[in-house]
């Protein structure tokens, strides 16, 4: 089949049951594979809720929801939204949520299979790959954890699905879904800035020109509801941002990598704040006062509150703006001065990318439940190698992503960049997951360093689509040279 023909065109001829029976199939493989993994033990934790500082205080979820929305600036607002929608259900918060969250992962599934075919890939390959993934302990782990990393990789996952299905039809419809997926997922995790939306917007007028118009008149609600959640918090706080962390996380690229005796140093010489010598996400009680003495906020318990009513410390406080202000600061000025120390967290970050998305602390005790069956899957398809790393981190080699993830990344780039044997459309899709593949890795690895994995896994559904097409095209350049080998020797006994 020619990689670039259209597949809307020959899935037209097929019958509708046969067109629909790779997802029925794909739906009783993930339904099974959910109750094997639950007669292991697998269940929805929802843990999380009580003690991540991510999350609004529950009390509030329930009494103080909108407010307390409004005044969020630690994440970007839609998945407490979420959570303080399932916290209505007292008693059933689990059950719930577990529900979204599987409908989430068919989504997934399906989207993933669909991409797999409009790479023009074969049937029986597309499920193959999408049957792996599926059943994967890492899919398992993270779709049965509450935190936003499993609805965004699928909100992205199904997007890049409606990306294409846009490319093909040129409907209207189809390009609201994309840019309105593409909003939810910037109004859900702060990672993806609205400079994300930006390049998006800027891969598809460079690529897609015949719809530039359309694409931009499509872009422009969801655009102007992202740059409302920047403006907002602009307004309130004086931060162009939906998250005020930025700091706080960098501060363990750098700071945190210098001894206590330099930082004191360092504090002494009126090169670093008194806060370089305070660790990161410490109780506000430990931070100077004058980050907290002019208290504009009296009656928002939501930026007020120094504790949530669990007795976590509320990082959502007022005077967390200016103190992750202080950090970023602070850890820009050892960057610049001390740059082995930067080196060291970026050396970090990369190590920990590229190990298995299940090899997460917080995934116990889900983890311990199918331990046989995630060492059997980190061998058989992510290449575990008793091998360590052990001048950086400690940890186990993982030869396929190591290895293969670059390796795919970069052929899908050269495949899309140079448009050969590919229909425009398929040339549009493989360079936007390219994109976002990239994107991830970049942001997560130069700016925070421990939760990489997880940060990566958000982009390993859309990986899944790079990987078929290296494997199909390598594939068929194999087939190739048998073949002209094989007649050549045919050849050769002819002359003889």
């Known amino acids: 089949m020619d990689p670039g023909q259209n597949l809307e065109s020959q899935e037209v001829k097929l019958p509708r049951m046969k067109r629909w029976a790779p997802y029925v199939c794909l739906f009783v493989l993930y339904v099974t594979s959910r109750l094997v993994y639950f007669y292991f033990g697998i269940q929805f934790d929802t843990r999380p809720l009580s003690y991540f500082w991510q999350f609004i205080d529950p009390v509030l979820l329930r009494t103080r929801l909108v407010e307390s929305l409004w005044y969020l600036h630690s994440q970007p607002p839609l998945f407490n939204f979420f959570l303080g929608m399932v916290s209505r259900f007292q008693g059933h918060v689990a059950l719930v949520c577990s529900l979204v969250y599987v409908g989430l992962g068919v989504l997934m599934a399906f989207s993933v299979y669909a991409m797999l075919r409009q790479l023009s890939l074969s049937g029986r390959l597309a499920f193959l790959l999408t049957g792996l993934f599926v059943v994967s302990p890492s899919c398992v782990l993270y779709e049965n954890w509450l935190y936003d990393t499993f609805p965004v990789a699928a909100l992205l996952t199904f997007s890049a699905y409606a990306l294409y299905r846009h490319l093909v039809g040129k409907t209207c419809y189809w390009s609201c879904v994309f840019w309105s997926l593409l909003a939810l997922i910037v109004a859900t995790r702060g990672t993806f800035h609205i400079a994300w ?56 690229m750098t700071g945190e990598n210098l001894p206590q005796a330099e930082l004191q140093r360092s504090v002494n010489a009126g090169e670093l704040s008194q806060l370089s010598l305070i660790r990161r996400f410490s109780p506000i009680d430990a931070y100077p006062k004058e980050y907290r003495e002019v208290n504009p906020f009296s009656d928002v318990p939501v930026l007020t509150q120094t504790r949530r009513s669990t007795g976590e410390t509320n990082y959502n406080h007022f005077s967390i703006v200016a103190i992750s202000r202080q950090y970023l600061r602070d850890g820009l000025n050892v960057a610049r001065k001390h740059p082995e120390a930067y080196a060291k967290g970026l050396i970090r970050s990369t190590t920990v990318y590229f190990l298995s998305s299940s090899d997460y602390a917080l ?35 993982f030869l396929f992503i190591l290895v293969g993830l670059p390796l795919v990344t970069v052929y899908a780039f050269a495949v899309g960049v140079k448009g050969k044997s590919v229909s425009r459309e398929q040339r549009v899709l493989i360079l936007y997951l390219v994109l976002n593949v990239v994107y991830v890795a970049g942001v997560s690895n130069l700016i925070e360093a421990g939760e990489n994995n997880r940060m990566r896994f958000v982009t390993d559904p859309m990986t899944i689509p790079l990987v078929g097409l290296f494997i199909s095209r390598t594939w068929a350049v194999a087939l190739k040279l048998k073949a002209a080998f094989v007649r050549r020797i045919a050849d050769g006994c002819a002359w003889r």
């Open 197 to 252: 939306f930006g390049l998006v917007l800027a891969l598809l007028i460079l690529f897609d020109k015949p719809s530039r118009k359309k694409t931009i008149r499509a872009a422009l609600l969801p655009f102007l509801f992202c740059f409302g959640l920047y403006v907002k918090n602009w307004v309130l706080l004086g931060l162009f941002s939906t998250s005020s962390l930025l700091g706080m996380n960098f501060w363990v």
């Open 363 to 397: 995934l116990e005790p889900n983890k311990t439940a199918i331990a046989r069956i995630n060492r059997l899957f980190d061998r058989a398809c992510y290449g575990k190698i008793p091998v360590r790393w052990a001048q950086l981190s400690g940890r186990p080699v």
